[in-house]
C-alpha cells in the first residue's frame, strides 16, 4: 500500500511569494496532520483534520497559514506571503479512526530566501 | 513546563550495548504513548506504541510505561549503528472528560549514536 505522499519534496522560493504544499493521505484514513519541524522548535502541529474537517487549527502560527482539505483524498497547506522564517520541513501524517498511530509522509524542505 | 520531556542527548553507546531513551509526560490523563525513530534527513517512522503499564518487547526493542510515574521509556537491546537516529516520543493526551483530543504531543527526541 502506498503511503502518505506530499508534493513538492524540496521548494525554494523567495520571501514574499506564495507556496503551496500538498498532501495525499493513506487511503482510508479519516485523520490529516500537518506538522513543521525544525532545530529549534522541534516538531509542531499545525492543524489536523477529521473526515476532511478542520478540528483544531491552534498551531498554525499566522494568518499568512492556511489548510484546506477539499477531499478525503487531498490537502494542502498555503503560505502567503512567505517568510524567511517559515524556512523548515513540513510534514504531512495521517491515521485511522480509533488508532492514534500517526503515519508520516517523506515531507517538504521549504526554503525561503 | 514541557508537556512530554526527553533528553535531548546526544547519547552514545557502544555497538552491541543496550541503549536506554527516556521520556515523562505531564498529563496525567494520557493514555496511549508512542517512539517514532527519525534518521537526518527522513521523516519520523513509528516503532513501538504502548498502551498498558508494563513492558511491550518487539525484537529489540522494548518499550516500557510507568503511568503512576508518568514515564515511558525505550530500551534497544544490542544496538547497531544502524540504530544511531533521534527517537522522539510522543503521547495522546486525553481530556478531563477521558476524551482523547485526537492528536499526539511530540517531544523534542533524543539523538542517539551508536559507534563501532
Known amino acids: ?113 | 513546563q514541557k508537556e512530554v520531556e526527553q533528553n535531548s542527548g546526544p547519547l552514545s553507546v557502544p555497538e552491541g550495548a543496550i541503549a536506554s531513551l527516556n521520556c515523562t509526560y505531564s498529563d496525567r490523563g494520557s493514555q496511549s504513548f508512542f517512539w517514532y525513530r527519525q534518521y537526518s534527513g527522513k521523516s519520523p517512522e513509528l516503532i513501538m506504541s504502548i498502551y498498558s503499564n508494563g513492558d511491550k518487547e518487539d525484537g529489540r526493542f522494548t518499550a516500557q510505561l510507568n503511568k503512576a510515574s508518568q514515564y515511558v521509556s525505550l530500551l534497544i537491546r544490542d544496538s547497531q549503528p544502524s540504530d544511531s537516529a533521534t527517537y522522539l516520543c510522543a503521547v495522546n493526551p486525553f481530556n478531563a472528560g477521558g476524551t482523547s483530543y485526537g492528536k499526539l504531543t511530540f517531544g523534542q527526541g533524543t539523538i542517539l549514536t551508536v559507534h563501532p
Not at chain 1, 499568512?64 to 523548515?88: C, V
Open chain 1, 1 to 113: 500500500d502506498a503511503g502518505v505522499i506530499q508534493s513538492p519534496r524540496h521548494e525554494v522560493t523567495e520571501m514574499g511569494q506564495e507556496v503551496t504544499l500538498r498532501c495525499k493521505p493513506i487511503s482510508g484514513h479519516d485523520y490529516l496532520f500537518w506538522y513543521r519541524q525544525t532545530m529549534m522548535r522541534g516538531l509542531e502541529l499545525l492543524i489536523y483534520f477529521n473526515n476532511n474537517v478542520p478540528i483544531d487549527d491552534s498551531g498554525m502560527p499566522e494568518d499568512r497559514f492556511s489548510a484546506k482539505m477539499p477531499n478525503a483524498s487531498f490537502s494542502t497547506l498555503k503560505i502567503q506571503p512567505s517568510e524567511p522564517r517559515d524556512s523548515a520541513v513540513y510534514f504531512c501524517a495521517s491515521r485511522t479512526r480509533g488508532a492514534y498511530e500517526q503515519y508520516f509522509g517523506p515531507g517538504t524542505r521549504l526554503t525561503v530566501t
